[in-house]
T-cell receptor, first 116, second 113 residues
Framework: SQTIHQWPATLVQPVGSPLSLECTVE??????LYWYRQAAGRGLQLLFY??????ISSEVPQNLSASRPQDRQFILSSKKLLLSDSGFYLC???????????????FGPGTRLLVL | KNQVEQSPQSLIILEGKNCTLQ??????????LRWYKQDTGRGPVSLTI?????NTKSNGRYTATLDADTKQSSLHITASQLSDSASYIC????????????FGAGTRLAVHP
């Protein structure tokens, strides 16, 4: 079975500072990887997804970026954080056909980011 | 507009009691519907998945129903336990594409002794 690691677990950053959140997956190869943001009282919002190394698709325009330097590593970054970037960031992984009807996404433990 | 709405927003019940959470969706074309359980500060974990042709699915004390005609789903929890305290998220998948999951905002359930 696959295991998804995220770190850090919590992060407090000042406005304008850079950001780097890391997600790694164990137990599977060539997974589909996703970054979501969950704001309080809101549904999860898909930020980025990747079906392979170096392949990143962005869902919403924002000041965040994502990279996939290795097969099982997915990084969420920002050069300058905004107050609105605060939230709970979840990494997810799946290994069946991305977008297929039976695709199951498994979520990591999340990173809680507070921008002050 | 594709939307998933859940009710109630929050719910408090006593241990041992049953409860039902609701999910209404306006999503097309529909592929399937999942219920996730999310413990505080953790990632969501899938409980059930139902396709268009399925109208009920059970997972232990959790029973999900789906009415594709009215576009409604419910999650029934039987004999609640303290460990059931969590947020329950309804997620609908559209057909086709990588980015076709529509998440509800969740129902926050608190089970009290």
């Amino acid at each position: 079975s696959q295991t998804i690691h995220q770190w850090p677990a919590t992060l407090v950053q000042p406005v304008g500072s850079p950001l780097s959140l890391e997600c790694t997956v164990e137990g599977t190869s060539n997974p589909n990887l996703y970054w979501y943001r969950q704001a309080a009282g809101r549904g999860l919002q898909l930020l980025f997804y990747s079906v392979g190394i170096g392949q990143i698709s962005s869902e919403v325009p924002q000041n965040l970026s994502a990279s996939r330097p290795q097969d099982r590593q997915f990084i969420l970054s920002s050069k300058k954080l905004l107050l609105s970037d605060s939230g709970f960031y979840l990494c997810a992984s799946s290994w069946t056909i991305a977008g297929g009807p039976q695709e199951t996404q498994y979520f990591g433990p999340g990173t809680r980011l507070l921008v002050l | 507009k594709n939307q998933v709405e859940q009710s109630p927003q929050s719910l408090i019940i006593l241990e041992g009691k049953n409860c039902t959470l609701q999910c209404n969706y306006t999503v097309s074309p529909f592929s399937n519907l999942r219920w996730y359980k999310q413990d505080t500060g953790r990632g969501p974990v899938s409980l059930t998945i139902m396709t268009f042709s399925e109208n009920t699915k059970s997972n232990g004390r959790y029973t999900a129903t789906l009415d594709a005609d009215t576009k409604q789903s419910s999650l029934h929890i039987t004999a609640s336990q303290l460990s059931d305290s969590a947020s329950y998220i309804c997620v609908v998948r559209l057909s086709g594409g990588y980015n076709k999951l529509i998440f509800g905002a969740g129902t926050r359930l608190a089970v009290h002794p």
